[in-house]
């Protein structure tokens, strides 16, 4: 079972794997799909955590979706301009960007369920608390 203020870690993450309970997958589709890689579910298969606590929680995936973006651009950048290879980083780096945009969509959801999510609706993540029933 879940234990309070338990959550998935760093390998979760990365495998797309549910923040609180780090086993029941987030994207129902395949990554390498068009049609398919932003299929979301709604609920964990494993802990049955909603993944949306309220319409349009994932609009904040954007600001996190632009930093990776910029970030990704940037090292890119640094990489291709150690290699002495930065006259083509123009081709390069937005080919690059497009390929690797169905990870940066993924990753940018998963960064609302990992931080967002646990600091905005405690509740519903964690469940009801002990103590914050004890205090009301
Ligand atoms: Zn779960």
Redesign the pocket.
């Known amino acids: 079972m ?1 234990k309070n203020n338990e959550r ?1 870690g760093i390998a979760a993450f990365i495998q797309s ?8 997958k987030v994207f129902s589709g395949s990554l390498f799909s068009l049609r398919s890689f932003s299929d979301t579910l709604e609920y ?6 909603s993944y949306e606590p309220e319409t349009g929680f994932f609009f904040g995936a954007m600001y996190f979706s632009y930093a990776l973006i910029v970030g990704s651009i940037i090292v890119g950048s640094i990489v291709m301009n150690f290699l002495d290879l930065f006259d083509y980083a123009i081709y390069v780096i937005p080919v690059l960007l497009i390929l690797l945009l169905p990870l940066i969509f993924r990753h940018s959801r998963l960064f609302m369920l990992y931080v967002v999510y646990p600091l905005m609706y405690e509740e519903k993540f964690y469940g009801k608390r002990k103590d914050s029933e004890e205090n009301k």
């Open positions: 879940v998935a794997k549910c923040p609180r309970c780090g086993k029941g964990c298969p494993n802990c049955n955590l």
